[in-house]
């Protein structure tokens, strides 16, 4: 893949779903699949599956399909998931705890390394073996835990604050669950994951076909 070529949001939402189903194939002992087959499953034109795929080079046998394990491992090292990436999540409410309890994470390739909040009745505590800090802290404790991606559940007034810490502990990375649209140094990636814009939309589908 050349730096210039321009990859589609489309495109790169699309890979993790990819991926979790090979994952799937692969347990089922499959050893080949073909992008109907993928399409089937997944609701997506094997078209666009090819399209998608050839983006980033060649993979496959035109006519014969993909080999599940090889094509499963490049999505993984296109994803970057090799790289262990090593999460804090700032904010141990309901969904803070929810996401540390999620075990998933650690089967793409991601290590929950730290928990923070400012509630002294749980700091020092721990879910799931990993121990929650003391957010006034996090800039040492980020460096040395060797942090690289934030993850923001705390109330919405809080968030920019929470992001302009992370970014002075050069954080790269921030998955935010708040509604806030952060200001963050050009370094520091952002994914927002509002909640409210899935539950809203089903909502409007449920609506038109009542």
Do not use: C, H
Request: without cysteine; glycine residues 8%; aromatic residues 10%.
């Amino acid at each position: 893949m050349t730096e210039d070529k321009k990859i589609s949001k489309a495109t790169i939402r699309r890979l993790p779903l990819y991926y979790r189903e090979l994952q799937k194939i692969e347990s089922a002992g499959l050893l080949e699949v073909s992008s109907i087959y993928l399409s089937e499953k997944l609701g997506i034109k094997p078209e666009q599956i090819r399209k998608d795929l050839i983006t980033f080079g060649s993979f496959g046998i035109k006519g014969l399909g993909f080999e599940v394990s090889e094509l499963k491992n490049k999505i993984a090292n296109i994803l970057g998931l090799q790289n262990n990436f090593r999460l804090a999540i700032i904010g141990v409410g309901n969904l803070g705890a929810a996401l540390a309890n999620y075990e998933k994470i650690s089967e793409l390739g991601f290590v929950v390394a730290a928990l923070f909040d400012i509630d002294k009745n749980k700091i020092g505590k721990e879910i799931n073996g990993v121990r929650i800090y003391d957010f006034a802290k996090f800039i040492p404790i980020s460096r040395r835990k060797l942090i690289d991606i934030g993850v923001i559940a705390v109330p919405n007034s809080e968030a920019q604050k929470v992001a302009d810490i992370l970014a002075e502990a050069e954080v790269r990375g921030i998955w935010n669950f708040t509604t806030e649209k952060l200001n963050v140094p050009y370094f520091v990636t952002v994914v927002n994951e509002d909640l409210s814009i899935g539950l809203n939309t089903l909502s409007f589908y449920m609506n038109q076909n009542s």
